[in-house]
């Protein structure tokens, strides 16, 4: 019979690189966030660290994680002290002199009367009297007892500091106990002797690990792991005893020299901290902390607290990202997960795999002079998130909404619908059977004849999409006020979401960008985008018109559609020298050159629309002046709905052509 073979795999989270089975990260937030910021006027560089800063709706960003980080380092040293050991030294002793007097009173020989005077002449300090108490014969089995666990929970203390768990692990321990960790002790020092010296092998790492592997539950892989491990808990523990008052220091070394009964113990960790010093010298070995609140912590535990405290500071750090060359993959996400918890690491790696991807898949790009820019990919996402969110603002406003005049005589848009009176457009013979033949069945079961007869309700007629060219102008207010009033970031949405619009569903049209300031100039929608404020006064819509009026006579064959979105009235004209004239209050010539303009603009058929910003009388009052002039059209849209008020405003006259 063949035997059974087993193959035993172990399992254990992916570490070959980023999660192949974890669901793609959700850019759309990050590049709504970080594209609002880039219009602002930030650079994309810093926006992208400004959102992994903030985090987003379903993560926390990494100052939330360092204020937490620095917040639980603050709770340590405020609320706990290093007086746990001490005290319980204390009580341990006290407990073994009271049951030491009272078995001594019960005896009448004059040996008892010698040994109350020794206990009665013991000196106040703790570890002086454990020291002098080492070599007294207790006659109380109770005192006994308690004196014993004094030198064992010295040592276990000692060890608790380098080793994880030891203080539970040896409580109770037996001489055979002690003698595996000093055997342990010897062979760990002579495995750091020849690691230091360059002469140790892989084979003794696994002679030593297969001898004492039970007492590193850290499960190191190699020495210089087991080196890291170590010397980050003899460092601490370094730490803790710099931490103590000098009192306490010296209290401290006079007790440890009673640990399990002999300074041997102490001796083989003082060697092996010399040691783990030399092969780890970039460790913190002379620094303290000052512990100031009333829970009193054991020498393990304060050493773990120190570790605790060195890690959280150190993640604060990484969080902060204020270093030169800081990157995500600083952060230490197992660190994260035992100081903040594991929703902590989550957030820090789902921030981690937003930032990659945001590289990765194409959203930035190096500009000529080395600077960092959003790529036409981000400018698209970004545009589609615009316009999703203007096209929200459009369905939840009232007026005619209906889609059945979509176009005449043109394209097919593939959907179709009852004819009606007046209708040119193509019969769908399909659907026009179809109904006859349904109709029929229904209102006449048993009639049975030749041919399908064919009722004015069965005929539908297959919807058409105008596609007459328009050239449509945008001029944007980029003038100080714009900047001001918060009007800046809205403006170049509204850029975004229209150019977002025509470019993917009315591509026949030609949207061209024009921003106009103390001087006018044409400019794409990335170029837009990344504008950063100006702070110069004027309002040049004269030189804004005149670029129009040459980009629209490109045209001859399109509609020609101004969409000019401003908070101000002209305060600034053009010179024949090409220089900006600017006066305010809006000079007499400044305003006769701009109506000028309109005027040429209104006989070339321009449908013109302004779009007002603010409550400025004197701009009211110019606009609507001028639009009656020249059969123009004034939409005076808060700041928040200005998108969904060009955008709309742009279906409208779509519709109408």
Do not use: C
Not at 94 to 106: F, G, M, N, P, T
Not at 570 to 580: N, Q, Y
Request: charged share 30%; net charge negative; no cysteine.
């Amino acid at each position: 019979m063949a035997r059974n073979r087993f193959h035993r795999s172990r399992y254990g989270r992916y570490a070959g690189g980023p999660d192949p089975l974890a669901p793609p990260v959700d850019l759309r937030e990050a590049l709504s966030e970080i594209g609002d910021d880039v219009m602002a006027g930030v650079s994309p560089e810093r926006a992208m660290r400004e959102f992994l800063r903030r985090g987003g709706q379903s993560m926390r960003g990494l100052d939330a994680m360092a204020q937490e980080a620095n917040r639980r380092r603050r709770e340590l040293l405020r609320d706990r002290n290093l007086d746990g050991t001490f005290d319980e030294v204390r009580r341990l002793l006290d407990s073994a002199v009271l049951s030491e007097r009272k078995q001594l009173a019960r005896d009448l020989d004059d040996d008892a009367r010698f040994a109350e005077m020794q206990i009665g002449s013991l000196p106040a300090s703790t570890a002086q009297a454990v020291r002098e108490l080492s070599d007294y014969d207790w006659r109380s089995p109770d005192a006994r007892a308690d004196y014993e666990k004094i030198s064992d929970l010295l040592g276990r203390e000692a060890l608790e500091q380098r080793f994880a768990g030891m203080k539970e692990a040896l409580e109770g321990a037996t001489d055979e106990d002690r003698q595996r960790i000093s055997e342990m002790l010897a062979d760990l020092n002579d495995l750091l002797a020849k690691h230091n010296s360059g002469a140790d092998t892989t084979a003794d790492f696994e002679k030593f690990m297969e001898r004492h592997g039970e007492f590193f539950p850290e499960d190191p892989q190699n020495t210089d792991e087991l080196v890291d491990a170590l010397a980050r808990r003899s460092a601490a523990a370094q730490q803790m005893f710099n931490s103590l008052t000098p009192e306490q220091q010296a209290e401290l070394a006079e007790l440890s020299a009673q640990a399990f009964g002999s300074p041997e113990l102490m001796n083989s960790l003082a060697q092996m901290d010399s040691a783990l010093r030399a092969a780890r010298p970039d460790l913190d070995w002379d620094s303290g902390q000052q512990f100031s609140g009333d829970q009193p912590m054991g020498l393990g535990e304060g050493a773990a607290a120190l570790r605790d405290t060195a890690e959280l500071e150190e993640l604060a750090e990484q969080l902060s990202q204020g270093y030169a060359g800081a990157q995500m993959e600083d952060i230490d996400i197992d660190a994260l997960a035992r100081q903040l918890g594991d929703e902590a690491a989550a957030d820090a790696r789902t921030l981690t795999d937003l930032e990659r991807s945001l590289r990765d898949q194409g959203f930035f790009q190096r500009a000529p002079d080395g600077s960092l820019k959003l790529s036409p990919k981000a400018m698209r996402r970004l545009g589609q998130a615009i316009l999703r969110d203007v096209a929200a603002q459009l369905s939840s406003r009232g007026g005619d909404r209906r889609t059945d005049l979509a176009g005449r005589l043109g394209e097919p848009t593939g959907a179709t619908r009852e004819w009606a009176f007046g209708d040119t457009e193509p019969w769908d013979v399909t659907r026009t059977v179809t109904n006859a033949v349904l109709r029929t069945a229904t209102e006449s079961p048993g009639a049975v004849g030749p041919g399908v007869r064919i009722d004015v309700r069965d005929v539908e007629v297959t919807e058409t999409e105008a596609r007459t060219q328009a050239a449509v102008v945008l001029l944007v207010d980029t003038s100080f006020s714009m900047v001001m009033e918060g009007r800046w970031t809205p403006m170049k949405r509204t850029a975004l979401a229209l150019n977002q619009l025509i470019s993917t569903r009315f591509r026949s049209d030609e949207l061209h960008l024009i921003e106009f300031g103390r001087h006018a100039r044409s400019t794409s929608v990335d170029e837009l985008t990344g504008l950063e404020p100006r702070m110069e006064q004027g309002t040049n819509l004269h030189h804004a018109l005149l670029l129009a009026h040459r980009h629209l006579r490109r045209f001859p064959n399109a509609q020609p559609v101004l969409l000019i979105v401003t908070d101000g009235e002209p305060t600034a004209h053009l010179e024949p020298d090409g220089e900006a004239f600017f006066w305010y209050p809006p000079h007499p010539q400044t305003i006769g050159l701009t109506v000028r303009e309109l005027d040429h603009l209104s006989r070339m058929g321009t449908q013109v629309t302004f779009f007002r910003l603010g409550d400025d009388p004197g701009l009211a009052n110019f606009i609507d002046r001028i639009a009656r002039r020249i059969g123009g059209r004034v939409v005076a849209p808060d700041i928040d709905g200005l998108g969904a008020a060009v955008v709309g405003d742009y279906l409208r006259t779509r519709k109408t052509r």
